[in-house]
């Protein structure tokens, strides 16, 4: 347990201290070579000013940096579970990058590149698998085709509803890093060793990252940085929290995720009231409507902070119950 410890302190120093050290320099080679987000008239931009991107570089190359130096796993699981991600960051870099060029990737490509990651996850061995019933304690184990169409939505849907709340200057880190930390608590708590190693790696590249992200920011994650967390916070929750859980933990992760996925749920159910396309952008996530309420961009992030704090503390309270 000791040298367990040590492991998770050194984990979080190490992904914090990286964070901090390359995300200047990252901010700098993006505005060299003009990798930026330039204004753009929609109602969904809230900068005015040009903003470098290049931070979900940073947060890639860190966490499998800290990964593979504190777990030194070089497994199949582990590397499939790179190239997943590596598939996730890259298409959004490819997002990030018709952004500057003042359009937009079309939906079908990226949904598909998408999925294909999240079924390669499925593929190392990260699933869910079934619960515990509480009843009688026996593992109720889902069928193939179950699990397979639970991991991949799962998988599909953190990852969204992450970059969906990518909205304001520190809110999808700080999200993040709040739901981070809780999956790292369970994951612990439940000895999964190598969950909560990812976990509190995530704690550490996200507070580095709202060092130069709070209000006002100097640098963006942009989609690649984005949907990066939210794989990851997908994957972790779904090799921990999920990871032989009883039929009440299940909704450990869902309240660790609680905010991002009820939002967007509404959202997407306003888009269909609507007959909107679901996969077009809006001002209907809630930091807008707050926004639009006249609250500032500081007000909102940390009032959602505070809900997100208290649907992760329920969470906690769920696991230990």
């Keep these: 347990m000791n040298g367990n410890i040590l492991n998770y302190i050194s984990a979080f120093a190490l992904s914090l201290l990286i964070m901090i050290i390359i995300t200047p320099k990252l901010r700098a080679l993006a505005i060299k070579i003009g990798y930026?987000?330039?204004?753009?008239?929609?109602?969904?931009?809230?900068?005015?000013?040009?903003?470098?991107?290049?931070?979900?570089?940073?947060?890639?190359?860190?966490?499998?940096?800290?990964?593979?130096?504190?777990?030194?796993?070089?497994?199949?699981?582990s590397l499939l579970i790179m190239i997943s991600s590596l598939i996730i960051f890259a298409i959004g870099m490819v997002d990030?990058?018709?952004?500057?060029?003042?359009?937009?990737?079309?939906?079908?490509?990226?949904?598909?590149?998408?999925?294909?990651?999240?079924?390669?996850?499925?593929?190392?061995?990260?699933?869910?698998?079934?619960?515990?019933?509480?009843?009688?304690?026996?593992?109720?184990?889902?069928?193939?085709w179950l699990q397979f169409s639970l991991t991949v939505t799962w998988m599909f849907g953190v990852t969204t509803v992450i970059n969906f709340m990518d909205g304001l200057d520190g809110l999808a880190g700080g999200l993040s890093c709040i739901s981070s930390c809780t999956l790292f608590i369970v994951a612990m708590a439940k000895g999964n060793f190598y969950s909560a190693i990812m976990g509190?790696?995530?704690?550490?590249?996200?507070?580095?990252?709202?060092?130069?992200?709070?209000?006002?920011?100097?640098?963006?994650?942009?989609?690649?940085?984005?949907?990066?967390?939210?794989?990851?916070?997908?994957?972790?929750?779904?090799?921990?929290?999920?990871?032989?859980?009883?039929?009440?933990?299940?909704?450990?992760?869902?309240?660790?995720?609680?905010?991002?996925?009820?939002?967007?749920?509404?959202?997407?159910?306003?888009?269909?009231?609507?007959?909107?396309?679901?996969?077009?952008?809006?001002?209907?996530q809630v930091h807008h409507r707050l926004l639009a309420k006249g609250m500032t961009q500081k007000q909102v992030v940390f009032t959602l902070y505070l809900i997100s704090l208290c649907l992760n503390l329920c969470a906690i309270i769920v696991f230990m119950l």
Excluded at 48 to 69: D, Q, R
Excluded at 261 to 280: A, G, H, M, S, T
Aim: hydrophobic share 45%; glycine share 10%; proline share 5%.
């Design 200 to 284: 509190i790696i995530l704690v550490g590249i996200c507070l580095g990252y709202l060092k130069y992200n709070k209000f006002p920011s100097k640098i963006l994650m942009g989609d690649a940085g984005a949907t990066f967390l939210g794989f990851m916070l997908g994957l972790i929750s779904l090799d921990g929290a999920f990871k032989q859980a009883t039929a009440i933990s299940i909704f450990v992760p869902v309240l660790a995720l609680g905010l991002p996925i009820f939002d967007n749920l509404f959202v997407v159910l306003n888009r269909i009231k609507n007959k909107k396309p679901v996969y077009e952008g809006d001002a209907t």
């Design 36 to 77: 930026c987000e330039k204004p753009r008239d929609s109602e969904r931009k809230i900068h005015n000013e040009t903003k470098p991107y290049l931070a979900g570089l940073g947060m890639f190359l860190t966490f499998w940096v800290c990964y593979f130096i504190i777990l030194r796993d070089f497994s199949t699981k």
């Design 96 to 144: 990030d990058w018709y952004k500057i060029k003042g359009s937009d990737l079309k939906a079908l490509p990226k949904l598909i590149v998408q999925l294909s990651a999240c079924v390669l996850v499925f593929i190392s061995g990260v699933r869910f698998r079934g619960f515990t019933n509480p009843l009688d304690s026996g593992y109720i184990l889902l069928p193939g």
